[in-house]
């Protein structure tokens, strides 16, 4: 799913260590304002490896691809929005294939071999 919108809060970084495998984790969160006639404030994080793919700060607008997930924890649900992509709007995030090679006319043309009079054929 997506959404576009501005961020608005960067909330502290957060980290630990799993109880269960005893890996380190890390997670930012963040709440984005949409642009809409009736504005909505949405809280999302990025987990992982992704919270330091991410950094966003207050005021970038940005289009963010994210998942919901839901769980259990002692008969009451909990919902978060987890992302997975955030692209800042008027940013090219892919490189353009091909646009850092040259272009052929700028390349000058290779050193003159010198002439050693030797008796190879080619």
């Given amino acids: 799913m997506e959404i ?4 608005i809060l960067a ?9 269960t495998s005893g ?11 949409t642009q809409d006639s009736f504005p909505k404030k949405v809280h999302f994080d990025f987990f992982g490896d992704r919270a330091d793919q991410y950094i966003l700060t207050p005021g970038d607008e ?5 998942d919901i997930e839901s769980r259990e924890y002692n008969g009451r649900w909990y919902t978060s929005i987890r992302g997975w992509k955030a692209e800042k709007v ?3 995030t892919t490189p353009v294939p ?4 040259p272009p052929m006319d700028n ?3 290779p050193p003159a071999a010198p002439n050693d009079n030797d008796d190879l054929p080619f």
């Fill in 4 to 7: 576009k919108g501005k961020v």
């Fill in 11 to 19: 909330l502290p970084e957060q980290s630990g260590e799993s109880k």
């Fill in 23 to 33: 890996k380190a984790w890390k997670k930012r969160e963040y709440v984005l304002e």
């Fill in 62 to 66: 940005i289009t963010l691809s994210f």
């Fill in 90 to 92: 008027g940013s090219a």
């Fill in 98 to 101: 091909g646009s850092d090679i």
């Fill in 107 to 109: 390349i000058p043309p």
